[in-house]
């Protein structure tokens, strides 16, 4: 056969067995925090019908999905399609739907909705789920962006207090505090504030227009904000209006006070204005970690989607976009006709996540994962003498590896170095006849003689 | 936009939160033991160029794959493949080529042969390396077989160490211990000692046809095997020399014994028969758990693909398949132009172990994945008083729920019941004005006033 040259799709990647031990660490920690706020697991294939996903992200993200192609002989329903369908042409668009049924889901959110809607007579509402899984786009790839990644999500669904909304900022503390941040902004807007705001300008319909120009503040500053308002159709008026509510300042009871003043008239406003305020009254009960919790009334994010609470992290050690979103949402399973069921979800950002603890060097030296002791045999006979050696460690719940007999010391020794193995136990003539074994200490390079259960007892 | 019945494509699965919770103490249980025994996990990615995968199975294989249709304007490389290409007609196979270029992974022996060859450079051999991945193949579903399912598998590559093979049947003994399997077979044979016996008949070239008659013992019988022979162009004469070693009997020394007599004039059988009893040494060295070693040679799976050891695992408990297998292959990255490298790996059926677990009742009843508090407030009074309380149980690692406001109490203690939780807390007018609150343990039904610190002790 001839060789093929390997490579991998472009946009997708191998995980090595260290970029593994990191990935679990950031994964696990997340988990660990989903189940302790009373989060269950669930998965879902990674490939649905393509009528669950098509026309659920726009024409853009249509384009997006990755489609299976039919097994078989998909090309004769083409030709039969053809034959049967007056004016049929054949073009990608036209072959797509009869030559292809399934793709692989696009993100984690529209198949939650297919699962609650299909099992809602199993579930016991409200229902609060997390998932943890890949998913795949057709983006062009780029820095941080890869067709295939993991979504890191938690949602409750039939619930529609706002101790949920406390909650995940709780969560998102807890999580990101235990991976080892020290300082990051849990950002906090409600889209009925955006409304409202829309409504007090008498442009309620342009609401997407004024939201996406107000998310900019960050980036092209008040003039630039203004400057693209105008454009938009807003006027010199509006924006003096809405000025206050951008540049708004203080803490949490001032900001809010601001807006209610600025909000008087719009029902929908007042009742973000409320909104927030509850959970800020929940948050006060609690005692947080390392996160900041901010009011910020630009926060926009698929506002078409959320009808509530919107959620964004942001760390403030290094440069980065955002590490973890989400909002509250009220009709997610009404595609499926399970209408009028509210949801609250927010999604950590693992790649994000990953290149942030990198910077900073959070990640554990070495974690339960690796392999803890490493036993060197000179040869045969010294493997023989080493094998109850090796299970006695392991029952010891020790991760232990014997390297088999046949290698000389110095290649052992660099494989120990290579897996970051902190101990190796060398067994050599001398070690069998006194059972004083030489245990080195591959961090320091310290090197002892001690019996096995001294051995036991030190590690 | 109208509403779709939801559902799954056909041979997929959604795991449920109970379902996961017994997923989950299956692969955590499997992984720890791999981890133990020095194999570190990796991930490759879901899709693969077509090239690395096809070709890699057969025929009937390369038809099982599920391929990816490549984005945008699919069909116009197809009409300038044909205008450009004499005689070139439709058809599904003539343009799967042209309209695909990634698919979906079949097993994991391939990528990983891939990421061995692709990496060669940054790894230490031997590479001891597990993986626990979903796996895509378009087979007709029927009861236990899927079209999405995960594989569970550990290899070392680039160790020629029989220690290999017997660290691997004590992987299986500690990880189906673990598991709870009280008695299961660890099968254990030696492709050589099949080649051996074929050529003894002189029928070296017909060792697929004996090896799959022997293979069918168990169901068919010695008069089945024989008759199934004789179809397949051995001799009455060829019959009556292998029937001692199909019948083998006896401690795994005397079928050692056995085989030697017969396979004396066979040099590869002879050196069949020197691995087995390496490995049967090794052995002897460490205490199995529940795991029953057995040199069985009817065992044949996936011959042209075993250079070495072959490895089967069944449990006695109940009827079922194999729960596992494995082998030593002597050219898997080979494919890719990396020759000699020599690996032995095995792999846990995990939906037969699954099925195996629930029909004996193995699976823990709670886990750490679950909730095991959910505090019950009758009103919103109760739930701002359990808002400490909720933090301090968290803080204390115990996975917590405090059930939002405004439902009975009938249908927070529903609530609980079906999601399994242990103890709830309730907190109604008399719990906050004598700090003693109710505390009802769900699983048999008693209850009792406590306060918070005795709460707190308890748990």
Not at 23 to 43: A, H, L, M
Not at 55 to 81: C, P, R, T, V
Not at 151 to 175: H, K, M, R, T
Request: net charge negative; aromatic share 8%.
């Amino acid at each position: 056969m001839a060789s093929i040259k390997p490579s991998v799709p472009k946009g997708t990647r191998d995980f090595s067995p260290a970029e593994m031990a990191k990935r679990n660490f950031i994964f696990d920690t997340i988990k660990s925090v989903f189940r302790k706020y009373g989060y269950q697991q669930i998965e879902t294939p990674s490939m649905e019908n393509s009528s669950t996903l098509m026309g659920k992200y726009g024409d853009e993200g249509d384009k997006l999905i990755f489609k299976i192609i039919n097994s078989g002989d998909f090309w004769s329903d083409a030709e039969s399609k053809k034959q049967k369908t007056e004016g049929f042409e054949f073009s990608a668009k036209s072959l797509l739907p009869i030559i292809s049924e399934k793709a692989l889901r696009y993100d984690l959110t529209v198949p939650f909705a297919r699962y609650v809607v299909m099992h809602q007579n199993e579930i016991t509402f409200p229902f609060k789920r997390f998932q943890v899984q890949p998913v795949w786009r057709a983006d062009r790839p780029q820095k941080g962006r890869y067709r295939e990644f993991y979504q890191c999500d938690a949602d409750v669904v039939g619930s529609p207090s706002l101790l949920n909304e406390a909650e995940f900022v709780l969560i998102y503390d807890e999580a990101l505090s235990k991976l080892g941040l020290k300082d990051f902004s849990i950002k906090i807007n409600n889209r009925k504030i955006l409304s409202g705001i829309a409504e007090v300008v008498n442009k309620a319909d342009q609401i997407v227009d004024m939201t996406v120009a107000i998310d900019k503040l960050d980036k092209i500053g008040l003039e630039g904000v203004s400057k693209e308002l105008l454009e938009r159709g807003f006027t010199e008026e509006n924006i003096e209006q809405i000025k206050p509510i951008i540049l708004l300042e203080g803490t949490t009871e001032e900001k809010l006070a601001s807006l209610r003043s600025v909000l008087a008239n719009s029902d929908v406003g007042l009742k973000g204005c409320e909104e927030l305020e509850t959970v800020f009254n929940y948050l006060k009960s609690f005692t947080m970690q390392n996160g900041k919790v901010e009011l910020d009334i630009t926060l926009a994010r698929g506002l078409n989607y959320y009808t509530g609470a919107i959620f964004e992290v942001k760390t403030n050690e290094v440069q980065m976009g955002s590490i973890g979103g989400g909002g509250r949402y009220d009709d997610l399973t009404g595609m499926f006709g399970l209408k009028d069921l509210t949801g609250v979800g927010i999604s950590f950002g693992a790649d994000r996540i990953y290149d942030v603890l990198e910077e900073l060097k959070l990640f554990p030296e070495a974690t339960s994962q690796s392999t803890q002791v490493l036993i060197c045999p000179f040869d045969a006979e010294g493997e023989a003498y080493a094998l109850p050696l090796l299970q006695q460690l392991r029952n010891k719940g020790i991760n232990t590896e014997l390297y088999p007999a046949g290698a000389k010391i110095k290649k052992q020794l660099d494989y120990a170095n290579n897996k970051a193995i902190p101990t190796v136990i060398i067994i050599g003539g001398d070690e069998m006849v006194t059972g004083q074994l030489t245990v080195k200490d591959m961090v320091n390079g310290t090197q002892q003689k001690l019996t096995v259960p001294q051995i036991i007892t030190k590690l």
